[in-house]
């Protein structure tokens, strides 16, 4: 299964931007889809998570009221909506899917799937 992200780019703090991914097959059971960032000299962090069935929704603090997490089940698409972007968002943007969503949507280790990453870089 590849992920294939699109979206990032360069913008001014204030700005917003919509980061999408499309996975190249479809899952036809509940997965966890998420974005995870990782900004040079940091670990990975969970942004946003959503689960397909239920549409369950989980936020980073420091994201909290700025970003918002969507799907379009028919295409297991998974969107994310970023406003008021500060430059400390700025980093790699990676779309990941756990297949066995266990809760610990945060933790980087529990993914099966990564995209390649999309930059998003804030000034």
């Known amino acids: 299964v590849q992920l294939v992200e699109s979206g990032g780019g360069s913008v001014q703090a204030g700005g917003s931007l919509r980061l999408v991914c499309a996975p190249s097959e479809l899952f036809y059971y509940s997965i966890c889809m998420a974005w995870i960032r990782q900004a040079p000299g940091k670990e990975r962090e969970g942004v946003a998570a959503?689960?397909?069935?239920?549409?369950?929704?989980y936020y980073a603090d420091s994201v909290k009221g700025r970003f918002t997490i969507s799907q379009d089940n028919a295409k297991n698409t998974v969107y994310l909506r970023m406003n008021s972007l500060k430059p400390e968002d700025t980093a790699m943007y990676y779309c990941?899917?756990?297949?066995?969503?266990?809760?610990?949507?945060?933790?980087?280790?529990?993914?099966?799937?990564w995209g390649q990453g999309t930059q998003v870089t804030v000034s």
């Open positions: 990941a899917v756990d297949k066995g969503f266990g809760g610990r949507w945060n933790d980087a280790s529990e993914y099966d799937y």
């Open positions: 959503i689960v397909s069935v239920g549409g369950n929704t």
